[in-house]
């Protein structure tokens, strides 16, 4: 059974950073594009960022609205995907899943999400 | 960046009733486009992906349509547990989701 399970979340201080950390198990975790969504209080999903495969590069992308704050990485070998999030502002708050992609090679649909973490959530206030 | 445009923002709907939802993207996206459901405190499901294939597993009552920049979402007879947000999600470049649609059950 696939699970994915965020840990790290907190109140943090504006300008502070965390570092969030999704574990996954279940599945060849190297095998898979990782990514970030979050959601903030009562409001919509927003797409974070993702890390490709090894076999795509490894290569990451970022929403503009975190791009050059937040960065992702992973420890294929511990099977674990980390967002490190820096600069943080009152308006990062909110529960940040972690995901993964339906399948690990191209194919019909192969980048939808179809595995979600419970979420963490990330409070950044004074 | 891809912007999706989702509509409408919320619904109402009584036991039965057949509701769509609509959604745009600003771009071509191909048929790159896939649906989740959400319920209160707990993370997104997808539905379908691709426009169009179903989820194994999911009911049949669900199913969308649509390529290039408009897709449509429909539920043939809603039911009460699916009472939720969905929200369409563009994958052509890299990931925009739709700002969501409320289902209320009358």
């Known amino acids: 059974e696939v699970q994915l399970v965020e840990s790290g979340g907190g109140l943090v201080q504006p300008g502070r950073s965390l570092r969030l950390s999704c574990t996954g198990s279940g599945f060849t975790f190297g095998d898979y594009a990782m990514i970030w969504v979050r959601q903030a209080p009562g409001k919509g999903l927003e797409w974070v960022g993702l890390i490709r495969s090894k076999t795509y590069g490894g290569t990451t992308e970022y929403a503009s609205s975190v791009e050059g704050r937040f960065t992702i990485s992973r420890d294929d070998s511990k099977g674990i995907a980390y967002l490190q999030m820096n600069s943080l502002k009152t308006e990062d708050t909110a529960v940040y899943f972690c995901?993964?992609?339906?399948?690990?090679?191209?194919?019909?649909?192969?980048?939808?999400?179809?595995?979600w973490g419970q979420g963490a959530l990330v409070t950044v206030s004074s | 960046d891809i912007q999706m445009t989702q509509s409408p923002s919320s619904l109402s709907a009584s036991v039965g009733d057949r509701v769509t939802i609509t959604c745009q993207a600003s771009?071509?996206?191909?048929?790159?486009l896939n649906w989740y459901q959400q319920k209160p405190g707990k993370a997104p499901k997808l539905l379908i992906y691709d426009a169009s294939n179903l989820i194994t597993g999911v009911p049949s009552r669900f199913s969308g349509s649509g390529s290039g920049t408009d897709f449509t979402f429909t539920i043939s007879s809603v039911q009460p547990e699916d009472i939720a947000s969905y929200y369409c999600q563009q994958y052509h470049n890299p990931y925009t989701f739709g700002q969501g649609t409320n289902l209320e059950i009358k």
């Open positions: 771009q071509d996206i191909n048929n790159h």
């Open positions: 995901s993964r992609t339906r399948a690990a090679l191209p194919s019909s649909g192969w980048f939808a999400i179809l595995y």
